[in-house]
């Protein structure tokens, strides 16, 4: 089993930014089709992320390299670690610790673009950071591990405990996936940026970086998403397909909130799951 789940890792550090390009083509082609147009192919998000490679680095001071390359690392060891079915709590740790260098990356720049954009990236730390680790409370009351591994291969029906967790989780998902109405601290929307947040000041590979950042953590998040269906997995496989169409479709049809709504639904997010946690517990104490 343990070589199983390291092949795991291995697998995710060398597939995941292909399959998370590959969505992130789907996902413009979709919107493109919402939208009236024709839309670019398939494989544009690889020649966008190669021309990037391509250009020179403007560098505004070294050390926004150093945290943008930190950055990429702790995103692709946390979706690693997931998919070697390490522990939740460590995992969600790597995944926050990520963040905040990316965070660092846009404030070691003098810039008060980029600033704004890393406090808005901040903000959306504080919304959705708490539905995360109710998230991995509630798989653990129903598994009785905090362990992926045995969180993937538990055969009791996570989602049907836990519905309100799941809800809170797929609207802070809209919050992580950085699309509307809660993409407040950056977009991969060109029409809706004169300036780009938090990634205002980077350029070049370091640009493509965080791009390729942006894939493992799709994949992470969506392999997040099969875990409340991972007792049937074509059901869970469906379930996370129907999950990032409707983020596509939210996507689509909602125009950006301002900052203090975006960390009010992350909260009441968080709400809705301890209210789902507290009813749960009130079960296994033979409440009824």
Same mark, same amino acid.
């Given at each position: ?73 702790? &995103? ?14 460590? &995992?969600?740790?790597?995944f ?14 003098h810039?008060?673009y ?36 045995? &969180? ?26 950085r ?47 099969f ?20 983020? &596509?479709f ?39």
């Amino acid at each position: 089993m343990t070589w199983t789940w390291l092949i795991g890792a291995i697998l995710f550090l060398i597939l995941a930014p292909i399959v998370g390009g590959l969505i992130a083509g789907i996902d413009r082609i979709i919107t493109a089709r919402m939208q009236g147009r024709v839309g670019p192919p398939l494989l544009q998000p690889f020649y966008d992320v190669g021309k990037l490679f391509e250009k020179e680095r403007a560098v505004v001071t070294t050390a926004q390299n150093f945290y943008v390359l930190a950055y990429l690392i702790f &995103i692709a060891v946390s979706g690693a670690l997931f998919f070697a079915g390490g522990d939740l709590l460590l &995992i969600i740790f790597a995944f926050t610790l990520a963040h905040v260098f990316l965070v660092l990356g846009a404030y070691a720049v003098h810039s008060p673009y980029s600033h704004i954009g890393a406090e808005r990236e901040l903000i959306q730390l504080m919304a959705y950071e708490p539905m995360i680790i109710l998230a991995a409370v509630g798989l653990y009351m129903v598994t009785n591990s905090f362990l992926v591994a045995d &969180i993937a291969t538990a055969t009791v029906p996570a989602i049907l405990y836990l519905p309100g967790v799941f809800l809170g989780f797929a609207t802070i998902l809209t919050i992580k996936l950085r699309k509307s109405p809660f993409d407040i601290s950056t977009s991969h929307h060109a029409h809706q940026e004169i300036v780009k947040g938090i990634t205002t000041e980077f350029s070049g590979s370091t640009l493509a970086q965080v791009e390729i950042a942006h894939w493992y953590e799709n994949v992470f998040l969506l392999g997040f998403v099969f875990l409340f269906f991972a007792w049937n997995p074509v059901i869970g496989i469906v379930a996370v397909v129907v999950t990032y169409l409707a983020e &596509i479709f939210i996507d689509n049809v909602t125009a950006r909130v301002r900052w203090q709504a975006a960390l009010k639904s992350g909260w009441l997010a968080a709400v809705l799951g301890i209210a789902n946690l507290a009813i749960l517990s009130y079960m296994m104490l033979g409440g009824v």
